[in-house]
């Protein structure tokens, strides 16, 4: 079975740091791109970064470009996102997620999901 198991959410201050991982399973991890998806309460689940399969490319959203870093290891099939400069909006669940399209940014182009983790963000 595919599994995508998320974790590192957590409470933390504004203007503090936190790293999500995504550990996958069921698939050939290393021939997937590689996403993060959040989504705030009340609200759709949006874009946040993307990794292509060899690595050497990402992308991020606006909102948390130049705060965020995404990476993969294909020896341990995990999937990173660092979140730097932390704000109170960017409280949501956030969501990994596999594609195997070259370069998917919507969340259609996804073919398997994991189950979220809960980054809170205080003032």
């Known amino acids: 079975d595919v599994q995508l198991q998320a974790s590192g959410g957590g409470l933390v201050q504004s203007g503090g740091s936190l790293r999500l991982s995504c550990r996958a399973s069921?698939?050939?991890?290393?021939?997937?791109?590689l996403g993060w998806f959040r989504q705030a309460p009340g609200k759709e689940r949006v874009f946040v970064a993307v990794?292509?399969?060899?690595?050497?490319?990402?992308d991020y959203a606006d909102s948390v470009r130049g705060r965020s870093t995404i990476s993969r290891d294909d020896r341990d099939n995990t999937l990173y996102l660092q979140l730097n400069s932390l704000k109170p909006e960017d409280t949501a669940v956030y969501y990994c997620?596999?594609?195997?399209?070259?370069?998917?940014?919507?969340?259609?182009?996804?073919?398997?999901w994991g189950q979220g983790t809960l980054v809170t963000v205080s003032s």
């Open positions: 990794i292509n399969a060899s690595g050497r490319r990402t």
């Open positions: 069921g698939f050939t991890f290393g021939s997937y791109a």
């Open positions: 997620a596999a594609s195997r399209r070259t370069w998917p940014t919507s969340r259609i182009a996804y073919n398997y």
